[in-house]
């Protein structure tokens, strides 16, 4: 079990590398689009889509490393129960934003569902999934059932 956990943590944190050069690319377009006049749709958000994707992937790699960045100065001054209590206390903590985090972005997917807010920042690939699956799943049967002269499961005619 350990070696495929190790196996799945290297794996992620080559992901994240490969990543955080996606980020680099992204960011040095953008810089070069700003200065040749020129705009690509969308790349702030690609941007932060892989930086959420670095951090995350990389997150159980280094965990597992303890290669985070820690407050050394306060945990090197505890005793022995002082630092397990303050160690616990922290993992509580991080487990209770991570829930709430969770919690809030489900949340904000379902109300961005809600209200068809589905385009994020300026990109046309969600404009485009959405509109070919309204199209096919939405639009198609209802053009259909009006060339054969039916009227649509609603009632209403179809447009």
């Not at 972005?105 to 961005?112: E, G, H, K, Y």
């Amino acid at each position: 079990m350990r070696k495929t956990l190790d196996f799945l943590y290297d794996s992620a944190a080559a992901l994240a590398a490969l990543f955080m050069v996606g980020l680099l690319v992204m960011v040095l377009l953008s810089i070069i689009g700003r200065q040749l006049h020129f705009n690509l749709p969308g790349i702030d958000a690609y941007a932060g889509y892989l930086m959420a994707g670095t951090g995350f992937l990389a997150l159980a790699h280094t965990l597992k490393r303890g290669e985070h960045i820690r407050v050394t100065l306060i945990v090197s001054r505890l005793g022995p129960a002082g630092r397990r209590w303050l160690e616990r206390w922290a993992c509580g903590a991080a487990a209770m934003l991570a829930a709430l985090f969770a919690f809030y972005s489900v949340r904000l997917a379902w109300q961005s569902r809600i209200i068809r807010r589905l385009k994020a920042a300026g990109s046309m690939m969600a404009e485009r999934c959405c509109a070919d699956w309204r199209w096919k799943c939405c639009f198609w049967p209802a053009r259909q059932s009006l060339r054969r002269g039916r009227r649509s499961l609603t009632g209403s005619l179809a447009l």
